[in-house]
T-cell receptor, first 115, second 111 residues
Framework: DAGVIQSPRHEVTEMGQEVTLRCKPI?????LFWYRQTMMRGLELLIY????????DSGMPEDRFSAKMPNASFSTLKIQPSEPRDSAVYFC?????????????FGDGTRLSIL | RKEVEQDPGPFNVPEGATVAFNCTYS??????FFWYRQDCRKEPKLLMS???SGNEDGRFTAQLNRASQYISLLIRDSKLSDSATYLC????????????FGKGTTLSVSS
């Protein structure tokens, strides 16, 4: 079975450029989560969706960050304009939402470097 | 106080050793608990859920102490392949609520 698929795996770009990260959750999972991981701050939740609807975006650092989930099989996280401090590994995860907490399954992550 | 706290380590142990990690959480309403494992430059993966009565999966034993708000993970007969970062994870019992991760405890098992 295919797991969570993220693209690109690596992204290196100059500050000020727009960055778009993509995620395809596991089929049948109706909760999707975007995390950011750095050495200093560990894994931080940015935003999550239930049934394609954003539920909690309090972790989104600034207005430069936006996320969408146009359908059950696709989500994007966009940074515009990007800054060096956005450099991190960005993970997408998905899970079932069927009462109680279900374990989350993570994608391989996108390693983002902003120069 | 941080929501989930772990000793970052590293814990350096020889093969065959028994090692234990603790994790404390601040939200007494937290209902679900997990241990995830993360290898270097890889994604976190679920190691095991933690149940109120404690649970075991092979060489791994997880326990929960609600009164003291801590979770533990015991690894017996450590293997080289156990070297990784172990993330303590808690969440309120609300469907679809995101997980709150500790920063992890690094384990290095040597031969």
């Amino acid at each position: 079975d295919a797991g969570v698929i993220q693209s690109p795996r690596h992204e290196v770009t100059e500050m000020g450029q727009e960055v778009t990260l993509r995620c395809k959750p596991i089929s049948g999972h109706n909760s999707l989560f975007w995390y950011r991981q750095t050495m200093m701050r560990g894994l931080e939740l940015l935003i999550y969706f239930n049934n394609n609807v954003p539920i909690d975006d309090s972790g989104m650092p600034e207005d430069r960050f936006s996320a969408k989930m146009p359908n059950a099989s696709f989500s994007t996280l966009k940074i515009q304009p990007s800054e060096p401090r956005d450099s991190a590994v960005y993970f997408c995860a998905s899970s079932h939402n069927r009462g109680g907490n279900q374990p989350q399954h993570f994608g391989d992550g996108t390693r983002l470097s902003i120069l | 106080r941080k929501e989930v706290e772990q000793d970052p380590g590293p814990f350096n142990v020889p093969e065959g050793a028994t090692v234990a990690f603790n994790c404390t959480y601040s939200n007494s309403a937290s209902q679900s608990f997990f241990w995830y494992r993360q290898d270097c430059r890889k994604e976190p993966k679920l190691l095991m859920s933690v149940y109120s009565s404690g649970n075991e999966d092979g060489r791994f034993t997880a326990q929960l102490n609600r009164a003291s708000q801590y979770i533990s993970l015991l690894i017996r007969d450590s293997k080289l392949s156990d070297s990784a970062t172990y993330l303590c994870v808690v969440t309120p019992n609300q469907a679809g609520t995101a997980l709150i991760f500790g920063k992890g405890t690094t384990l290095s098992v040597s031969s």
